[in-house]
C-alpha cells in the first residue's frame, strides 16, 4: 500500500484527487498537512488522519512515502523540492510551477532524489485526444496550419470559485493559467513548441487576475495557435478546431463528438463532413502516478509537456506584461531569472 499524505486543499480538485486515492487499491491517506492549519485540521479529522502543522515533520515521517500537492501555485517549487529531498513521490496539479526557472528547479531535484513525478494534465487521457492523434499520425488533415481550443466557465460571473483563484501572488494569473492549460498543452501537443507567443488579457469583472484570456502560438513554418480561456461565459464548449492543407477537424461546436473533412479519403469523402468515433479514455493521472511508483518507470512525456505548459504560461505573462511578442528562446535571458 503506498501511504499518501495531501499537503494543502487551496485548490478547487484537491478533494476529486483525494477521493481518486482512496478509491484506488494500491493507496491510502495517511495524513495532512494545510497552509491554512484550521482547513488542515477540518479534512484530517472528517478522514481520521493526522494532521501537522509542520509540512517539514511530515516530510521527515518514514511511513508516509508520496503526496498530492494542491498548495497555491506560488508554493509549489518550495513545497516539491523539499518532499523530493525527503523522498516522497510526487503528484500535483497543474501547474508544475509559474516560471521555467522554478520548474526546473522542482524536476531537478526529482530526478536526483528518485522520486516520481506526475502532474495532472487530464484531458491527455480523454479519448477525443486520442482519437484526435491518430487522425493527425494518418496524416488526414495535411500539414497542420492552425490549432484553436477554447476552453471557459463562468465562475468569475456566477461567483462560485473561491476568492482565493483571483490572487495574483497566489495563483501566477486568473483565467489563462488555471483553466487555459488545458487547451495550451493540447495545443502543444498538436502542433509542438511554438517560436512565439502574444498574449491578450480581459478583466471583464475588475479581478486582480484576468478572467478573459487569448494567446497565440507562432510558429515558423506559418502555423499559428489559438489559446482562449475565461472565467466569464456560462455557456461556452469546450472547443477544439484543427486545420490543415488537406483537411479540417471540429470538436465540441457544440457536441462532444469529432467531425471531419478531409481530401486524403478519395473525392467523395471529401464533399461531406464524417463522424469521428472516440478513442476509449486512457488511465487517469493519478492511476498513471501509481503505476510508475509500482513499476519505477518514469512519466517522461507527462513531465516534458508540464515543463513546457510553464514555458507557454510564462512568456503568455511576459507578453501581457510588455505588450509584445515574447520569444521562448528569451526566456531566461533577463537577469539569468529563468532558463530553459
Not at 491517506?29 to 515533520?57: N, P, Q
Request: hydrophobic share 40%; aromatic share 6%; net charge negative.
Amino acid at each position: 500500500m503506498i501511504r499518501v499524505a495531501m499537503l494543502s486543499f487551496w485548490h478547487v480538485h484537491a478533494k476529486d484527487y483525494a477521493k481518486q486515492i482512496n478509491e484506488h487499491p494500491d493507496t491510502e491517506i495517511v495524513a495532512i498537512w494545510d497552509e491554512i492549519g484550521e482547513r488542515g485540521r477540518k479534512e484530517a479529522e472528517a478522514r481520521g488522519v493526522r494532521f501537522f502543522e509542520s509540512l517539514d515533520e511530515l516530510l521527515a515521517q518514514p511511513d508516509i512515502d508520496a503526496v498530492v500537492v494542491d498548495t497555491p501555485s506560488n508554493m509549489h517549487r518550495d513545497v516539491m523540492v523539499k518532499a523530493a529531498n525527503a523522498g516522497k513521490h510526487i503528484f500535483t496539479e497543474k501547474v508544475l510551477a509559474t516560471t521555467i526557472r522554478e520548474a526546473n528547479e522542482i524536476v531537478a531535484a526529482v530526478e536526483k532524489a528518485g522520486v516520481k513525478l506526475t502532474v495532472s494534465l487530464p484531458r491527455l487521457n480523454d479519448g477525443y485526444t486520442l482519437a484526435i492523434q491518430e487522425v493527425l499520425e494518418q496524416g488526414l488533415l495535411g500539414e497542420l496550419t492552425l490549432v484553436r481550443a477554447r476552453l471557459s466557465h463562468g465562475g468569475a460571473v456566477a461567483n462560485w470559485l473561491p476568492a482565493h483563484f483571483y490572487n495574483l501572488e497566489q495563483t501566477g494569473g486568473g483565467a489563462l493559467i488555471d483553466l487555459g492549460c488545458h487547451p495550451m498543452y493540447l495545443t502543444r501537443l498538436f502542433l509542438g513548441l511554438p517560436e512565439s507567443v502574444t498574449a491578450s488579457y480581459g478583466y471583464v469583472t475588475g479581478k486582480e487576475v484576468e478572467d478573459n484570456a487569448v494567446a497565440v502560438l507562432r510558429y515558423p513554418n506559418g502555423a499559428l495557435g489559438v489559446v482562449e480561456a475565461g472565467f466569464v461565459n456560462k455557456f461556452s464548449p469546450f472547443t477544439l478546431e484543427l486545420h490543415g492543407t488537406e483537411g479540417s477537424l471540429l470538436f465540441g461546436t457544440p457536441d462532444n463528438r469529432i467531425v471531419l473533412r478531409t481530401s486524403k479519403l478519395g473525392e467523395e469523402a471529401s464533399k461531406t463532413w464524417s463522424v469521428k468515433e472516440l478513442a476509449a479514455n486512457r488511465s487517469t493521472a493519478i492511476q498513471q502516478w501509481v503505476g510508475h511508483i509500482r513499476n519505477n518507470t518514469v512519466a517522461t512525456e507527462n513531465i516534458a509537456l508540464a515543463l513546457d505548459l510553464t514555458k507557454l504560461m510564462e512568456a503568455s505573462n511576459l507578453s501581457v506584461q510588455s505588450e509584445q511578442s515574447v520569444k521562448l528562446s528569451e526566456l531566461g535571458q533577463e537577469d539569468g531569472a529563468r532558463w530553459l
